[in-house]
């Protein structure tokens, strides 16, 4: 019995049909395809040439389950920089999907957790199990276009997923340098508080860099020409976090500074949500950027900042910290989820 998954983005859509196999929880995929969102006028225009031109020879999937970039409500979702309105119940009668399920395409990671492969991710910290801790209960933050994070409680198979927009929390600095980027960024872009995503992100890092590229000492930097071409192009902006990575790593002593920042930042916000949560069960890293920094996450300094929660640092060291390495994790985390509803037909 086939499934259908769907990692579905403002900028591109991945689609894939799996295959339930006996003996095996994983979903084993049968075949993909990546589409540019804005080279079609729908998503139900994508839907449909998947199905009926690239998977003509393949048997029709039984359920369906779509992870959506946007706001969700009663199975429908808006995909905001597309103007795409995408109703489950409309596209379970068009395409005959005896089960349809929308949702958010962050909070989808928690039922791909229980499926895990080990060449999927990798451990920083196993942690220590304690008598009268929930380790059912995990939680999942992610780094890409935007920051996500998702929690919820996996017993076995068994998934439950709690609504989190943890993302929007307000941004705490941990120096007087940073107090300067939070000033800097408020007024930058004409708001009255910082979140940490507005830190905590590709665009995020971008906003760091161009914070420090106002500086007086940097007023000759290569990346100031990069910044004006940026307006004109945003294919160009696409590339910048990675543009910023690469100058660091060849010793660029800005870059190193913005990367510093942007990672001490992310370490913090992953002991505080450490904490909030409580998550025996484990915190994961994922998102696009978690493949590309894992060496950063495993560095002294990190994990330094990531501990640096006072009193409470001990409790931090009994939670397992691993990375998602699989850059297409949501959309098995959908295929995973698309098979658990199989079981309801």
């Not at 804005?38 to 199905?51: G, H, N, R, T, V």
């Not at 103007?83 to 009668?93: E, F, H, R, V, Y």
């Amino acid at each position: 019995m086939n499934f259908l998954a769907c990692d579905l983005g403002g900028t591109k859509v991945l689609l894939g049909i799996f295959e339930r196999v006996i003996n095996d929880n994983s979903p084993k995929l049968l075949f993909k395809k990546k589409y540019i969102s804005s080279d079609w006028d729908s998503f139900e225009q994508i839907l449909e040439d998947f199905l009926k031109n690239e998977c003509k020879n393949i048997p029709h999937p039984s359920s369906a389950c779509f992870a959506v970039a946007g706001p969700l409500s009663n199975n429908n979702a808006k995909i905001m920089n597309l103007s795409w309105n995408i109703s489950g119940n409309k596209l379970k009668n068009k395409f005959k999907f005896e089960q349809c399920e929308l949702i958010n395409d962050f909070a989808v990671q928690i039922y791909g957790i229980p499926f895990l492969k080990k060449n999927q991710y990798s451990t920083i910290q196993n942690g220590s199990q304690s008598e009268g801790t929930n380790n059912d209960l995990h939680a999942i933050v992610g780094a890409g276009t935007g920051l996500g994070i998702a929690r919820g409680l996996v017993s076995g198979n068994k998934v439950k997923v709690l609504a989190s927009e943890g993302g929007h929390v307000e941004y705490s600095p941990n120096s007087e340098l940073e107090w300067e980027l939070k000033i800097w960024l408020k007024k930058s872009l004409n708001v009255e508080r910082i979140s940490y995503e507005r830190i905590v992100s590709g665009p995020g890092l971008s906003r760091i860099a161009k914070w420090r590229l106002s500086k007086p000492d940097a007023q000759n930097h290569p990346l100031q020409k990069y910044f004006k071409e940026i307006n004109i192009s945003d294919a160009l902006r696409k590339k910048l976090p990675e543009k910023i990575c690469t100058l660091s790593k060849g010793g660029d002593k800005q870059m190193m500074e913005v990367e510093r920042i942007w990672l001490n930042a992310y370490a913090s916000l992953l002991g505080d949500v450490a904490l909030q949560e409580l998550c025996f069960g484990g915190l994961w890293i994922s998102g696009g950027t978690a493949p590309k920094h894992f060496k950063n996450f495993k560095s002294d300094s990190f994990m330094k900042q990531f501990f640096d929660k006072g009193r409470l640092t001990d409790i931090l060291k009994t939670i397992p910290l691993r990375v998602i390495l699989d850059e297409e994790f949501g959309l098995y985390s959908a295929a995973c989820r698309a098979k658990m509803l199989l079981k309801t037909t």
